[in-house]
């Protein structure tokens, strides 16, 4: 049970990366293909409709983790203080740029709030993936889970290196979700930054998959049992993939082959973590692990239930919703915007 | 300052300022749900036109709820580790349960709706806020559950060292967790109902849009008297049921030492909680505390002197708070009532039109209030009985907390003053947002 939800936790946090990355990433991208307000408005209504949806995801893997692994959670958030803070902070800024941008009425005032998203964006995904390189790596935690060190421990060669990947990552994918979804000058620039921004996504691939042999133990448990090596494969064919549909100019194609690359990512280090879920790297017994960290075999029953249940379903009408805005956006006032 | 004192005000900073936003969406989701089936079955613009005003208002304070509603969740894990760790078994599954089953579906038709108008039949538009409006209050029950389980734990064993869910059902269907949705959700009605009231008063009073701000006034009027009716009576129903459960709580929202039979309920009180004692307490009813707290005026009812002092909550704030919110949980209906027998020539009493513009912040201090009779006088505990706030804070340096506390600070006052200052000037210039609003940009499609 404990390795069901295990598995459900990686999960939930690649679909989060996943998805919240296309529009993170478009927000990164906007100072630099946007070149007037009708191009900023293409990209707010290319994530518009999107973006709340996605970050929920985030609310239930965190909550996800309280649920199943409360040792985790807690040991988690408050030796990442300054980080999850942080991130926390950048997801208020990015969130209220794009709610009070629409109201503005002065250009001056749109672009305060454009920065605020621009600015959130930015430090959301890059701190994400320090986050994250850091778990894989394990962080100074003693028994007690309290930690021992700070912000700038965590901005080690590979917890930065995993930041760029993220940010790189969340970047291209946004560069592809823009292309796919705008018609013009704008989609002819998210085109070229996608193609480009490919070839250095593949470069810090390289890079990362080299340094996480030497900066962690994330490779053990594939040596172990090596059918597992099936995880970093598919995240190198989704990384190929997406290279190949974006020469083929395919933009819907290259965007799934993109999220797969990402999800797999995700769970290749997620995996190699097993069966810790944070690893300490003063001592591996001060690891929180699925043994020492998860919730009552009741509590893990109830949850499966409801997981199994509800994040199918939310799946369906997400896919629904993207449905229902598929095609290209245009520069126009959208929702409450558009006039009676 | 230390952290355990800092983690409190950082997460009642957080907490007072998300709820500035959650009721109105609680409420007016509701509200535009209702005008807009109007819209859908009777065909008259005017709904249309109210839907549109009314959700512009609605995103903008949607929006803000959610970024800010965010830090909560993780605060928990931030700041109160301890806590996490030691009820994360059960409280941790309530907010997960929450998010997967309420917020999931909120999220995801809140942006259908607002950018759907064109994609979507009429049928089908309607139907998302609607769905918007159940999530929200769907959601409002699993956190208020998560709540009541810190007021009252039940269901639960303690092994391994911590806090192990026995019985879910139990949990999630205790009294308190359904008297307190049922006492939440109405403030937040009633909330959203003098929110509408106000700003349409405003547009009466300037004699503008008339027949748009009359109908939207009636609206508002009906849903707020039906819920500030229902809430006074609701609200003795839970005074009974904290003197049950809490007592202290009792003891300490009424400023009320010494434990007695036929204990009387004084109209005027100035506690002295250094001394122990009232120094002032006017106008004594016998035996009406007693009634009040038990439905019997010969009941027993413990004062604070029979806690001991470190278990006591803090007996000012939580007086103070509790006489406020209980006032205007009075004049609530009688605003209502008055507003109720004049519907039919509202505009030929300006001034009650002008208290209705005024008393539009009174229930959002009213919740607050709420909220802070409920978790200050829970204190010295974070789980009534099994886990004091004390034991429940993070191993964290000072200045950390230091940090994040000003950054909170900073980052809300920013969004505070931008969200209600953007509130008030598309509320006062009304319908004309609608159309004004396009030619205003400069725009290349």
């Given at each position: 049970m404990e390795t069901i939800w295990f598995v459900l936790w990686g999960v939930l946090w690649a679909a989060y990366f996943v998805l919240d990355g296309y529009d993170l990433g478009a927000g990164v991208l906007m100072p630099f293909i946007a070149r007037d307000e009708a191009d900023r408005k293409k990209i707010y209504n290319a994530i518009g409709p999107f973006w709340d949806g996605n970050e929920v995801w985030l609310i239930v893997a965190g909550g996800v983790t309280f649920a199943a692994f409360p040792g985790t959670y807690a040991t988690m958030f408050s030796a990442l203080y300054s980080v999850l803070m942080l991130i926390l902070f950048a997801l208020i800024l990015r969130g209220a740029g794009l709610a009070l941008r629409e109201e503005a009425e002065k250009q001056s005032h749109r672009a305060f709030w454009d920065w605020f998203f621009i600015i959130g964006s930015f430090i959301a995904a890059l701190l994400l993936g320090v986050a994250f390189a850091n778990f894989f790596k394990g962080i100074p935690i003693d028994a007690e889970g309290i930690?021992?060190?700070?912000?700038f421990t965590l901005l080690n060669p590979y917890g930065l290196a995993g930041g760029l990947l993220f940010l790189t990552f969340f970047l291209t994918h946004g560069a592809i979700w823009l292309t796919f979804k705008t018609e013009g000058e704008l989609h002819d620039k998210a085109m070229n930054y996608a193609g480009r921004l490919w070839v250095i996504l593949v470069v810090l691939s390289v890079i990362f998959l080299i340094a996480t042999a030497f900066a962690?133990?994330?490779?053990r448990n594939y040596l172990n049992?090596?059918?597992?090596f099936v995880l970093p494969l598919l995240a190198v064919a989704g990384l190929l993939l997406t290279g190949i549909y974006i020469k083929q100019v395919d933009w819907k194609k290259a965007w799934f082959a993109s999220a797969g690359y990402f999800f797999f990512v995700t769970l290749f280090g997620v995996v190699g973590m097993y069966p810790a879920l944070l690893p300490s790297s003063l001592n591996p017994a001060f690891s929180r692990t699925i043994h020492n960290s998860a919730s009552s075999p009741l509590t893990l029953k109830i949850m499966l239930v409801v997981a199994l249940i509800f994040v199918p379903l939310a799946i369906i009408y997400q896919a629904w919703a993207y449905k229902v805005f598929s095609g290209k956006v245009g520069g126009e006032h959208s929702g409450y915007h558009e006039g009676v | 300052m230390d952290v355990l004192l800092l983690s409190r005000l950082q997460f009642a900073l957080a907490t007072f300022f998300h709820f500035l936003f959650v009721p109105l969406t609680l409420g007016l989701s509701v509200l535009l749900a209702y005008m807009e089936w109007k819209y859908v079955k009777t065909g008259d613009k005017e709904y249309l036109r109210m839907v549109k005003f009314w959700g512009r208002l609605f995103v903008i304070n949607f929006a803000i709820g959610i970024v800010t509603g965010i830090t909560l969740e993780f605060q928990f894990g931030t700041n109160w580790s301890r806590y996490s760790e030691y009820v994360g078994d059960i409280f941790g599954s309530l907010l997960a349960i929450e998010a997967t089953v309420a917020f999931f579906v909120e999220s995801t038709f809140i942006g259908v709706w607002i950018f759907g108008w064109k994609r979507l039949s009429k049928k089908m538009h309607a139907w998302c806020i609607t769905i918007v409006a159940i999530a929200s209050n769907v959601s409002a029950y699993w956190i208020l559950a998560a709540n009541a389980w810190m007021q009252h734990p039940v269901g639960y064993t303690i092994r391994n060292g911590r806090a192990e869910l026995t019985d879910f059902l139990a949990v999630i269907t205790q009294k308190g967790a359904i008297m307190a949705f049922m006492h939440t959700v109405s403030a937040a009605f009633i909330l959203a109902g003098f929110f509408v009231m106000g700003v349409s008063a405003y547009h009466l009073l300037k004699k503008q849009h008339i027949s748009f701000f009359t109908r939207s006034f009636s609206i508002a009027l009906t849903f707020a008297l039906v819920f500030s009716i229902f809430e006074v009576v609701q609200g003795h129903f839970n005074g009974n049921m904290i003197a049950e459960i809490q007592p202290a709580k009792l003891a300490a929202a009424d400023a009320h030492w010494e434990t007695q039979t036929n204990a009387p309920q004084a109209l005027f009180v100035i506690p002295d909680e250094k001394n122990e004692r009232n120094l002032v307490e006017l106008i004594k009813i016998p035996g009406m505390l007693s009634m009040l707290a038990f439905?019997?005026?010969?009941a027993e009812v413990k004062g604070l002197?029979?806690?001991?002092r470190d278990e006591r909550p803090p007996v000012l704030i939580t007086f103070v708070a509790f006489r406020t919110m209980v006032g205007l949980g009075f004049l609530f209906p009688m605003l209502t009532i008055i507003g109720f027998l004049i519907r039919k020539k509202l505009r030929e009493y300006p001034l009650y039109l002008k208290v209705m513009l005024f008393a539009i912040p009174l229930p959002y201090i009213a919740i607050e209030l709420g909220w802070t009779v409920a978790e200050v006088g829970r204190q010295p505990w974070i789980v009534y009985g099994i886990m004091k706030t004390a034991d429940a804070?993070?191993?964290?340096a000072l200045s950390q907390v230091v940090t994040s506390f000003f950054g909170f600070l900073v980052l809300y006052t920013v969004l505070g003053i931008a969200n209600f200052t953007l509130l008030v000037k598309l509320a006062r210039k009304g319908p004309d947002i609608l159309e004004g609003v396009t030619e205003k940009r400069e725009v290349t499609v």
């Open positions: 930690f021992h060190g700070n912000l962690t133990d994330i490779y049992s090596p059918v597992l | 439905n019997n005026p010969n002197l029979d806690f001991p804070v993070s191993p964290i």
